[in-house]
């Protein structure tokens, strides 16, 4: 089964659930956003500092300018703050992409976070258990992540900084989103070769289009023979599916 994440999950703390669901090797894949791939990582280093905001949807202006002074970026109902969250990331990362930049290696978005998990050093600024993570449980997975739109990013925002600054000389040290697709296409003519392939989609948007859209190109535009459809569709969505709403566009949109 592929499972896509759209928006920023993650903030609402889906690796409680989702981790456990990927150790009992019930996911085989996930297409997310930046924002999910990310955040999840932020929630771990930097749980304790998080502002939750219950009434949020009762925030004045005053009070939004308020949390913005404060560093204190919202999602939602919960802030992540800049400082302990966003930049603790950014500085170890960072290390990552230009050791990466020097040698002339070339990794994708969610290569470089599992090679940062796998940092002992890293683990030491881990505020919960890491079984409550779903990238840390990915990760100790090797499971397949593809991140369409990652340049949209909080970390693809930083990255492409650090490539203006000259810090990273070559901006595609971080692989692109064609070649993400590239690789959905081969993992999934390999997966269903062997086994049927589900596909289970939380939200709408990019992760759910980027990861749908493997088998009518492989059908269609290679016209390749023997490529299965999907085993089965199933979405979790309260878009409303009307003026061409893709958040909320049910399979037979597909």
């Known amino acids: 089964m592929l499972v896509s994440l759209a928006g920023a999950m993650s903030t609402a703390e889906l690796g409680l659930s989702l981790a456990e669901m ?20 932020f929630n771990l ?28 970026n919202r999602v939602t109902d919960t802030c992540i703050p800049e400082d302990k969250a966003v930049r603790k990331l950014e500085t170890a990362i960072l290390d990552e992409w230009i050791s ?44 397949p ?12 925002n930083i990255y492409a900084a650090h490539c203006i600054s000259g810090n990273i000389k070559n901006a595609s040290t971080v692989k692109t989103g064609i070649e993400y697709f590239i690789g959905l296409a081969e993992w999934y003519r390999g997966s269903s070769r062997k086994n049927p392939v589900g596909f289970f989609q939380i939200g709408g948007g990019i992760a759910g289009d ?13 016209q390749m023979e023997g490529v299965p459809l999907w085993a089965y569709y199933c979405q979790i969505s309260d878009s409303t599916t009307s003026y061409g709403s893709y958040s909320g566009a049910p399979p037979t949109k597909r």
């Open 100 to 143: 990466a930049d020097k040698s002339g290696q070339r990794l994708f978005p969610h290569e470089f976070l599992y090679a940062l998990l796998r940092n002992e050093r890293f683990a030491d600024l881990f505020e919960i258990d890491a079984k409550d993570s779903w990238v840390y449980a990915a990760m100790k997975m090797d499971l």
């Open 145 to 156: 992540i593809f991140v369409p739109g990652w340049e949209d990013s909080t970390l693809g």
């Open 45 to 72: 280093i930097a749980h304790d500092s998080y502002k939750r905001l219950p009434h949020y949807q009762d925030l004045t202006p005053a009070d939004e300018v308020a949390l913005h002074q404060n560093r204190l």
């Open 210 to 222: 980027f990861a749908i859209c493997v088998v009518p190109m492989l059908r269609e535009d290679l």
């Open 22 to 41: 990927i150790r009992q090797e019930k996911v085989h894949a996930i297409c997310c956003t930046g924002a999910n791939l990310e955040e999840d990582v």
